[in-house]
């Protein structure tokens, strides 16, 4: 006769068994605790697919879902679902890459610059007509209604690869902190090895405050600086930039060199 546990031990074991076979093991962002909060599924079980049918920019394509268990018809579009309970989408939408900025390609009175074509050259090659995973944080639209997301290609996270091509710099949009220090490390090593746009952006001398609550960083003089109690002070603007800070536009005037090659 089998003792009870024996026979608890067996049932343990079979369910590790079947679970490495799913390919849905246990890691960074199925259900285990991240910052503090439960991450979302893993993007390689959560069936929310989409093929990439424009390239905006280097940050935002256009998608079209593809329907399947996770990708419900309900109406003209679709029903998926996301850490904050299920999202409506239609059959097409635009997708902004959560936690990254690359550089303006120009157009509607907006000055481009030599990364703002090359970053859109380098997502275009590497996803347009590809099928995606799409991964959602806390806030699943911005202000301007595209959906937030974290884009997978196979395995790989491309929003990383963005950055880590040296292609956008980190952009830190709380409460969407899911991957924050994976993408805080690909941003690093391409500034240390001054891939792409880290090869010519300058930096401004001098002490700079930033918010930690918004993660943007400002001049000592600047109309809008944080309470005190959010007030965190770095160095220099590059010790900011290292942190995931981004800069205020309406304190950070850019030289002639950023203009040309950076927004």
């Not at 439960?38 to 049918?53: D, F, L, N, Q, T």
């Not at 595209?146 to 884009?151: D, G, T």
């Not at 600047?222 to 010790?239: H, Y």
């Amino acid at each position: 006769m089998v003792s009870r546990g024996c026979s608890s031990f067996v049932r343990l074991l079979v369910f590790f068994v079947l679970l490495s076979m799913s390919g849905c093991g246990l890691q960074s962002g199925t259900g285990q605790l991240t910052g503090g909060r439960e991450a979302a599924p893993a993007p390689s079980c959560s069936g929310i697919s989409a093929r990439v049918v424009e390239v905006i920019d280097g940050d935002t394509v256009s998608v079209a879902f593809l329907p399947g268990p996770a990708v419900r018809p309900k109406g003209e579009g679709y029903i998926i679902s996301g850490p904050q309970g299920p999202v409506q989408v239609f059959q097409r939408e635009k997708v902004r890459l959560i936690g990254v900025d690359a550089p303006e390609t120009g157009g509607k009175g907006q000055t481009g610059g030599l990364f703002g074509v090359k970053a859109r050259n380098y997502t275009r090659q590497m996803l347009l007509n590809r099928v995606i995973t799409l991964e959602f944080d806390v806030v699943s639209r911005d202000r301007y209604g595209r959906l937030l997301a974290y884009v997978y290609l196979e395995e790989n996270l491309f929003n990383r690869l963005l950055l880590r091509a040296g292609y956008a710099q980190v952009y830190t949009s709380p409460p969407n902190l899911l991957h924050f220090e994976e993408l805080l490390t690909a941003q690093r090593q391409a500034m240390e090895s001054g891939r792409g746009l880290w090869g010519v952006r300058d930096f401004n001398a001098g002490r700079v405050i930033g918010n930690r609550r918004s993660y943007v960083y400002h001049r000592p003089g600047c109309t809008g600086l944080p309470a005190l109690i959010n007030r965190v002070w770095f160095d220099s603007e590059k010790d900011a930039v290292l942190a995931g800070y981004h800069a205020c536009k309406s304190c950070f005037s850019r030289s002639p060199q950023e203009v040309g090659n950076w927004r």
